[in-house]
């Protein structure tokens, strides 16, 4: 597991955001392990460290639950979705500190027995699950002594997810997805992306940055980026920098490594006041419905 820090504070002061309707949202880092109960724990107390510091919406990393020593591992521990040790935490946690928790990825019955739904849930600040999300693209990467094949394990799923929520209307995504702007096209007009991951340290080093402010920027909404971040005990190396961008793509907080979460305040007013000075979304021409 990572070492266990608070936020290293990069925050930046909300230039005209930190008003009154202002609401503060999380993304937890941790550095998963192959033990279900383990990270569990370890979910709980960072999410509690959120709570602490004011957010109302807490969102995991994508395999908080277990990074197993091999790839199969988590079709060992997946679950029907609607019961589970898994989504009993995520549950009872948002309930306990009436909050709203995104799960980043939960792995959840497939067609095939030898794979998962790699599954974003949503939960409100009553327990109750109001949103699925299963990830659509799936990582695969051939680089020197890297190789991986998320389909030999995962099964991909096809429906495009954005709710309307106390916070604004949320689009989900997980992880690869990140790699095609469509996905977040296809939402419509949302006011905070959710992109739980996972990144390698190769293509995380890369391109993560760059991507996270990207999808802000193009979509005038704010990102929320929870993510693993650490060495990892199957040998797996994650690139962490969770971190949460407004929607004119200014990093409001990160974390470079370990475990911790980041902490922002998210503002719609701020976000309308930008698509009125720049309404990019409704100059689009392509793809735009007539």
Request: glycine letters at 10%.
């Amino acid at each position: 597991m990572g070492t266990r820090l608070r936020s290293t504070r990069t925050q930046r002061k909300d230039s005209g955001r930190s008003d009154a309707a202002a609401v503060r949202i999380a993304a937890v880092q941790m550095a998963s392990g192959p033990r279900v109960e383990s990270n569990l724990k370890e979910a709980a107390w960072l999410i509690e460290t959120a709570v602490e510091q004011g957010a109302k919406l807490v969102a995991l990393p994508e395999y908080f639950g277990i990074m197993g020593m091999k790839d199969t591992d988590k079709v060992s521990v997946r679950e029907e979705f609607g019961q589970g040790p898994i989504q009993e935490f995520l549950s009872e946690t948002a309930k306990k500190h009436g909050i709203w928790i995104v799960g980043g990825s939960v792995p959840l019955v497939a067609s095939s027995p030898k794979k998962v739904m790699n599954t974003s849930l949503v939960y409100d600040d009553k327990g109750k699950c109001v949103a699925r999300y299963d990830k659509i693209h799936l990582f695969g990467f051939e680089m020197g002594d890297e190789c991986y094949s998320e389909e030999t394990t995962i099964e991909h799923g096809k429906k495009v997810v954005a709710i309307d929520t106390p916070f604004g209307r949320i689009g989900l995504s997980i992880c690869y997805d990140l790699r095609f702007p469509e996905l977040y096209r296809a939402m419509g007009e949302v006011d905070l992306i959710l992109v739980p991951s996972a990144f390698t340290e190769t293509t995380g080093k890369a391109h993560w940055e760059t991507l996270i402010r990207a999808r802000a920027i193009e979509n005038l909404a704010y990102v929320l980026a929870p993510a693993q971040g650490g060495y990892h005990l199957n040998g797996r190396e994650t690139h962490g920098d969770s971190m949460i961008v407004d929607p004119w793509g200014v990093i409001l907080d990160r974390l470079p490594r370990g475990s911790g979460v980041v902490v922002a305040g998210m503002n719609r007013a701020h976000i309308q006041r930008l698509r009125r000075s720049l309404p990019a979304l409704s100059h689009r021409t392509l793809g735009s419905k007539s």
